[in-house]
């Protein structure tokens, strides 16, 4: 089955430690995006990939890193700089260029004590 | 400055009649829109889309409507059904370079039996 798996579904890592966030897709897009999810703020564009070994911010980027070293992977390390980092984490993928749907991973809820 | 506008929270309907989902968008150059559904703890899933070229396009119980002159956007689903409860998020893209989503806030949606 094609599909974008994100791993794990709940985290939990203690406050100053940096944690990442495994995205792997098999739909041999392009695009693959980084979202976070907050109450009553919608989805909220942390970084995005539209190739291989190339990605840009989003509007929320800082406090965050991206690799894209493989086209089916776009993990996200969420580092000690993020003021707020408790959050659910949604990660997509698209064909690319052009207007196109984007495929969503089942989030993963991470959660900073 | 939020591009995309969902000025309703909520919108509760009774079983078997219309609703109409609204998102409102600040950026004249989106040109591709799309619509969402969301459970709690789980990824969107794409209901629907619209290019700008068009003002209208229907899947099954599903239509959405585009008004480029006012920048709005609706989602009409007929007849309501209880499995239709969910949060519906409207986005809006510019197809081309980037491709990247920005998203609405979130209407939650409560279809009563």
């Known amino acids: 089955d094609g599909g974008i798996t994100q791993s794990p579904k709940y985290l939990f890592r203690k406050e100053g430690q940096n944690v990442t966030l495994s995205c792997e897709q098999n739909?041999?897009?392009?695009?693959m995006y980084w979202y976070r999810q907050d109450p009553g703020q919608g989805l909220r564009l942390i970084y995005y990939?539209?190739?291989?070994?190339?990605?840009q911010k989003g509007d929320i980027a800082e406090g965050y890193s991206v690799s894209r070293e493989k086209k089916e992977s776009f993990p996200l390390t969420v580092t000690s700089a993020q003021k707020n980092p408790t959050a659910f984490y949604l990660c997509?993928?698209?064909?690319?260029?052009?207007?196109?749907?984007?495929?969503f991973g089942q989030g993963t809820r991470l959660t900073v004590v | 400055d939020q591009q995309v506008k969902q000025n309703s929270p909520s919108l509760s309907v009774q079983e078997g009649r219309i609703s109409i989902l609204n998102c409102d968008y600040t950026n004249s150059m989106f040109d591709y829109f799309l619509w969402y559904k969301k459970y709690p703890a789980e990824g969107p899933t794409f209901l629907i889309s619209?290019?700008?070229?068009?003002d209208k396009n229907e899947d099954g119980r599903f239509t959405v409507f585009l008004n480029k002159s006012a920048k709005h956007l609706s989602l009409h689903i007929v007849p309501s059904q209880p499995g239709d409860s969910a949060v519906y998020f409207c986005a809006a893209s510019v197809s081309g370079a980037t491709n990247k989503l920005i998203f609405g806030t979130g209407t939650l949606l409560a279809v009563q039996p």
């Open positions: 990939s539209q190739i291989v070994n190339d990605f």
């Open positions: 619209i290019s700008s070229i068009k």
């Open positions: 997509a993928s698209s064909i690319g260029f052009g207007g196109a749907e984007a495929f």
């Open positions: 739909l041999n897009h392009d695009a």
